[in-house]
């Protein structure tokens, strides 16, 4: 298991954009399940909506990229490197990520050639899928 701290050691985001509180599960280079624990402090609340908070989609492909991420750059040929967005394929949103909710963030990285790469990303809230994608990724 990984804390912030730690987290922050492998990735370069931080707050207010770090959104992985912690790590559960990492086998380095081919999966990791992290944690976000939805507040109703984030910052993107405050317009997303105010009537009515729910956390942006995107953030929550943002928040699976960062915990694959953390398993592409734990291996020791990747340590220090970037690791950006090539692309969102098949992304679907099921429901509703709201103050209070505790995220559960699964990738699986299922291809890798060169700098390239692919991952099946998967978020839960209470065991119910909320956010399904397939991530491309590119390492720098």
């Known amino acids: ?17 770090l959104l992985v509180d912690r790590i559960d599960e990492l086998e380095p280079g081919v999966r990791a ?10 910052p993107f609340f405050a317009g997303h909506f105010p ?3 729910v956390m942006p989609g995107v953030l929550i492909l943002e928040a ?31 429901q509703k990520v709201v103050p209070g909710d505790v995220l559960r963030l699964e ?10 790469g692919i991952g099946k990303a998967t978020a839960y809230v209470d065991d119910r ?10 390492i720098q």
């Open 51 to 53: 009537q009515e908070s």
């Open 107 to 116: 990738l699986e990285v299922i291809k890798v050639k060169g700098p390239v």
């Open 64 to 94: 699976l990229a960062q915990v694959g991420a953390v398993a592409i750059l734990s291996l020791e040929e990747y340590k220090g490197r970037l690791v950006l967005f090539g692309g969102i394929n098949k992304a679907r949103f099921r």
């Open 129 to 138: 899928v909320c956010t399904e994608a397939e991530l491309t990724f590119v």
């Open 33 to 42: 399940v992290g944690r976000k624990c939805v507040s109703y402090n984030e």
């Open 1 to 17: 298991m990984l804390d912030s701290k730690q987290i922050m050691e492998i990735l370069p985001h931080r707050s207010p954009f």
